[in-house]
């Protein structure tokens, strides 16, 4: 059925290709009494499919064992020209809505084999009595669905109380059957209530103009104690058939339920990688790598003994060249920039914020007492501190521009140098290669907290023990950055409001005001895309901490 992409969308119309249908149909009916039922029918493709596996079993008259709903009057057209001159049937209701029947009763009766494709309507589209008749079924088939859930997920439940006891389900449904938390009623039905579960993940768009990836649920023997489920990957529609039609090698899937982050993190990752690729092909889109060196910061090999608070700098009588402002970390460091006023609020607290940088010679000046001290016994007996000759002695270098962190709890950040300090090895260095100017770099900065470049981080970083990701110099050098000339006051309004944000610890509406300004802004992306970059982001980072 021809439908315009709008309407389509709030329908969740999507017709199914034969080569999908059928086999899915061919592994769903065995017999040639078995009765099946495609709830959302549309385009007839699993009825026909249905019509002539039955035939090839043996059945007289196909259409007497079929079963069919749709709310689209459009959906009668094919349904005549399939069924011409067989007996008329009011098995097929047009228009009505699948999830006001009841099932069990003349109106819904039960069946042998759910087949189909439902509708894929997320949940904001959800609106009116659509929405309400949806809620009332799940609150009838006493499951618990989650608010947020998509059209399709009212679906399953509602389809597998059509089932006789041993029944089957044949559904096409989107990836987020296994991505999301709003899914988990959904798969907990389809991997306890059946006797054995397969779920085949199609890489390849199974339907033009669709938001998704498909899966395809084989769902065999309904209230049947559960034996096992498989999870498996299919290239394309061809693989997909070939797939149906064997036996899985390993019922492994509960295995990989249980370790369902890494599975999860894995196809949202896939499909994150694909939105990157469309963000990138805008030109002002730029790796940091293009635009900056990254590198560890000081490495003294004993941060404790050369890295000290200011009042124990003095005490040591330290002369003003061997003191070197330097960051140990982004302990207070809140928001986008570390100035003199950052400085000073560590120098006051008596955090460690000073370098003590010596040449050949200081050995003779007023820190000797400190080199010669227990503390000077321990470190120079540091691997990288035995490397060095003298041991004391660290390479000047110039402060960076920025610093970035390398492990990040929520989130990673990207603070801008204003006052010529440096860091030690647990921040990163960043040199702008090409000059920037301060507008960019704020840019840059408000970059990296967007969901561009904190979506990007995600996927070039690993995650850490205890849900932290780790970023290595060359995956920093991945995360993606905007550079352009936007106007001065725009970048500097929102560089100032963000800073404050994150030195609020107001991460989400941080991250939300610089994508105004980044995605919507600069890039002109949609509001569908930034949605998207903003959910793709949401759910890696939820796997990455979740428990
Ligand atoms: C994804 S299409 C699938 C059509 C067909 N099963 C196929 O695979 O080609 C979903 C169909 O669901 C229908 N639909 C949407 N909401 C429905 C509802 N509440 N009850 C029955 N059908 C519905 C739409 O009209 C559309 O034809």
Redesign the pocket.
């Known amino acids: ?1 021809a439908v315009d992409p709008a309407k389509r969308k709030r ?6 290709p034969d080569t999908v ?1 059928r086999p899915l149909v061919d592994w769903a009916i065995r017999n040639r009494t078995d009765s099946v039922l ?9 009825l026909e499919a249905a019509a002539l596996r039955l035939v090839a079993l043996g059945a007289r008259m196909p259409a007497k064992n079929l079963f069919g ?4 009057r459009r ?1 009668l057209e094919p349904l005549v020209r399939l069924f011409a001159g067989t007996p008329a049937s009011d098995r097929f209701v047009v228009p ?4 006001s029947t009841s099932p069990g009763t003349a109106d819904c009766p039960l069946v042998d084999a759910v087949v ?6 997320r949940h904001h589209l959800l609106k009116g009595v ?1 929405r309400d ?2 809620r009332d079924a799940a609150l009838s088939s006493g499951y618990d669905l989650s608010k947020k859930s998509s ?1 399709w997920g009212y679906f399953v439940l509602h389809a597998v109380r059509c089932l006789k006891p041993g029944g089957r389900l044949a559904f ?1 449904l989107p990836v987020s059957l296994l991505t999301t938390d709003y899914a988990d009623t959904v798969r907990a039905v389809l991997f306890q209530g059946f006797g054995r579960t397969r779920v085949i993940v199609v890489d390849q768009r199974l339907f033009e103009g669709a938001e998704e990836r498909s899966v395809v649920v084989l769902a065999d023997g309904w209230s049947n104690a559960n034996e096992g489920v498989s999870i498996e990957r299919a290239r394309d529609a061809q693989a997909l058939s070939a797939a149906v039609s064997e036996v899985p090698a390993r019922w492994n899937g509960h295995a990989l339920l249980n370790d369902r982050n890494a599975w999860r993190r894995e196809l949202v990752a896939e499909d994150a990688s694909r939105l990157m690729e469309q963000v990138r092909s805008d030109p002002q889109v730029r790796s940091l790598g293009d635009i900056a060196g990254v590198s560890l910061g000081v490495v003294t090999g004993a941060n404790d003994y050369f890295v000290r608070p200011s009042s124990h700098m003095r005490e040591l009588k330290a002369r003003p060249r061997q003191r070197h402002r330097i960051l140990s970390g982004v302990r207070g460091v809140e928001g986008l920039v570390a100035n003199r006023k950052t400085f000073e609020a560590l120098r006051r607290n008596g955090e460690p914020c000073e370098l003590l940088l010596l040449r050949e010679g200081d050995g003779r000046t007023g820190v000797r007492g400190y080199l010669q001290s227990k503390a000077a016994g321990r470190a120079k007996t540091a691997y990288k501190c035995k490397a060095r000759e003298p041991w004391f002695v660290l390479g000047p270098q110039a402060p960076p521009d920025a610093f970035l962190t390398p492990l990040s709890g929520p989130y990673p950040r990207l603070i801008l140098n204003g006052w010529r300090l440096d860091c030690t090895n647990t921040l990163y260095r960043v040199n702008w290669k090409p000059p920037m100017t301060t507008t960019q770099a704020q840019l840059v900065a408000l970059s990296v907290v967007s969901s561009l470049g904190s979506l990007s981080a995600e996927l070039a970083g690993r995650v850490y023990a205890g849900g932290a990701l780790k970023l290595e110099p060359r995956d920093a050098r991945k995360v993606l950055v905007v550079v352009s000339d936007a106007p001065a006051q725009d970048v500097s309004r929102c560089f100032r409001q963000v800073s404050k944000l994150l030195s609020k610890g107001d991460w989400a509406q941080a991250q939300s005001v610089a994508d105004e300004l980044v995605l919507r802004g600069v890039l002109r992306a949609g509001k569908r895309l930034a949605q998207q970059l903003q959910e793709a982001l949401m759910a890696l980072r939820a796997l990455r901490q979740a428990k």
Do not use: I, K
């Not at 329908?11 to 199914?16: I, P, V």
């Not at 709903?69 to 689209?72: L, P």
């Open positions: 059925m329908q969740g119309a999507y017709d199914t249908a495609d709830p959302s029918f549309g385009g007839c493709a699993f709903f749709d709310t689209d959906a009505r809505d699948f999830l189909g494709n439902p509708p894929y309507v659509r008749v949806a059209y096409v």
